[in-house]
């Protein structure tokens, strides 16, 4: 028989035998499962690893992809300079006056006089007028004459029905003008409102703020329909979204253009005046 002693050991000892396994199964779980939030952790470490390096090739594709824009947009610049210097002027120019010679005359002297050859009668010719030249003002001083601009040929009935169709489309629905517009310019390039339909595709660019789409159809204005009245909107708007880009040098360079290339014009005031303000803002 067990004694006293022996009879309250016996607890004791099965709770060591039962209850210390318990323990060690607990711990081992943890740890398991401690394991297993260190490799998931691991595994999205790596995820975001690489998330990170394909978002470092994108910022350096997208970087890459503007510079190589911006050089695109100014080798077009350079050439739409080029174009409007080789251009022929057709005005009037005011002609200069040669400096007058004075010559000394030597002292007469007395010679015979040559006889007397009989006169024939000769017939008296209408005296030619003058041509009219333009009228001239003073801007500052230097001379500016005003040419009388070519006129275009009208608009014929379709080609004015199909504009205003787009035009009304202009503020109601943008997406629909720039889809009229870009068929009336295919189906009616030599119109004379072909210009004004490249102009306000360029003008939707701009009210959206996709500058840089902008730039391609103002460009698209100075390039296509130069001695249009819409060259001088195109040109100042261009230099407009080159601001708005925050991309001082062609900014000021397109702004600088409107005063050179279409100088005494609504569009060369304002021209000034941004570049004026550029200038105040340092910006330059």
């Known amino acids: 028989m067990m004694t006293l002693k022996q009879y309250l050991l016996f607890p004791i000892i099965l709770s060591f035998l039962f209850i210390a396994p318990l323990h060690a199964r607990d711990n081992s779980e943890a740890l398991l499962e401690l394991f297993q939030r260190i490799d998931t952790l691991t ?21 890459k992809a503007q510079k190589d824009g911006f050089l695109s947009v100014d080798d077009r610049m350079d050439a739409l300079a080029k174009q409007i210097k080789t251009t022929p002027k057709t005005g009037y120019s005011v002609p200069v006056k040669p400096p007058i010679k004075k010559s000394v005359t030597p002292a007469p002297t007395a010679k015979k006089p040559p006889a007397k050859k009989p006169v024939s009668p000769t017939k008296k010719t209408p005296a030619t007028k003058p041509p009219v030249k333009p009228k001239a003002k003073l801007i500052g001083k230097a001379e500016v004459v005003n040419v009388p601009k070519t006129k275009m040929r009208d608009a014929t009935t379709a080609e004015r029905n199909a ?15 720039t889809q009229a517009f870009t068929q009336y310019i295919k189906k009616y390039p030599s119109s004379p409102l072909a210009a004004n339909a490249q102009y306000w595709l360029g003008e939707i660019m701009y009210s959206r703020k996709n500058y840089k789409g902008a730039i391609d159809g103002f460009v698209k204005v100075l390039q296509n329909y130069k001695k249009s009245e819409k060259a001088p909107d195109a040109a100042i708007k261009l230099g407009f979204s080159f601001y708005e880009l925050k991309n001082w040098v062609y900014a000021r360079r397109a702004l600088e253009n409107v005063a050179r290339y279409f100088p005494n014009t609504k569009a060369a005031a304002l021209a000034r005046q941004r570049i004026a303000k550029m200038k105040a803002d340092k910006k330059y």
């Open 43 to 63: 595994k999205d470490m790596r995820t975001l690893r690489g998330e990170n390096e394909q978002l470092q090739h994108q910022i350096e594709k997208l970087k």
């Open 163 to 177: 504009y205003n169709q787009a035009y009304a489309q202009l503020k109601r629905n943008p997406s629909a003008a």
